[in-house]
């Protein structure tokens, strides 16, 4: 099983549609990052979340620790949002408290005008 | 725009070659991240470099390599290339050294075809 586990894999919303993209995750964690993956390739970090709720502009990340749960919500979603949305998360320091990202499979997202 | 730049975009190359793939970092940056991304396996962490010195080892292969350089800029060298090698591979940079309290920037990624 994997250690973040995200869905739904697929999505496909109309235009104007408020989305929900959620992500499990089954290891303490330090933190959690929701990165956007375009057609092209490029990858940007959209959040970084340690606890609580994280809003800049149409896109909010919110994260229950206690439940081991993080959701990525789009509000007026355009169809330029189409992309592949991934969890990853950091897990908790051991050691020199050195580690890369532990990622989910993405959630791929398309928005129709 | 990250600021990480990778270099090259694409590679193709045949089987038990090396190739050596290059990342600059954003300017300030000190800590340097290598993923691979595959069909199959998705996106895995290999290794991390920070201030000149290997910081964490994730699923690197032996054939793989990596090291950073003085002016900060690190290369990744794939060697006795196999088929299932062919993935894009990313860079990606950080302020800090633990992106437990900081932010990732990535390049654009090196797209890999071994044939």
């Known amino acids: 099983k994997n250690e973040v586990e995200q869905s739904p894999q697929n999505l496909t919303a109309q235009e104007g549609e408020f989305i929900t993209i959620n992500c499990s995750y089954s290891v303490g964690i330090s933190a959690l990052h929701w990165l956007q993956q375009h057609p092209g390739g490029g990858i940007v970090s959209l959040f970084m979340?340690?606890?609580g709720k994280k809003k800049h502009g149409r896109l909010i990340a919110t994260i229950n620790i206690q439940e081991k749960h993080s959701s990525l919500h789009i509000t007026a979603s355009h169809p330029r949002d189409s992309a592949v949305y991934i969890c990853?998360?950091?897990?908790?320091?051991?050691?020199?408290?050195?580690?890369?990202?532990?990622f989910g499979k993405g959630t791929h997202l398309i928005i129709q005008p | 725009d990250s600021g990480v730049t990778q270099t090259p975009k694409h590679l193709i190359t045949a089987t038990g070659q090396r190739v050596t793939l290059r990342c600059s970092p954003r300017?300030?940056?000190?800590?340097v991240y290598w993923y691979q991304q595959s069909l199959d396996q998705g996106l895995q962490f290999l290794i991390q470099y920070y201030n000149g010195e290997e910081r964490a080892k994730g699923n690197i292969l032996e054939r793989f390599s990596a090291q950073q350089f003085p002016d900060l800029h690190s290369e990744l060298n794939l060697s006795s290339l196999e088929l299932g090698d062919s993935a894009l591979y990313f860079c990606?940079?950080?302020?800090?050294?633990?992106?437990?309290?900081?932010?990732?920037?990535f390049g654009q990624g090196t797209r890999l075809t071994v044939v």
């Open positions: 979340l340690s606890s």
């Open positions: 990853a998360v950091i897990r908790e320091a051991t050691g020199g408290g050195a580690d890369g990202l532990t």
């Open positions: 990606a940079s950080s302020e800090q050294p633990w992106l437990g309290n900081t932010e990732a920037f």
């Open positions: 300017s300030g940056d000190l800590s």
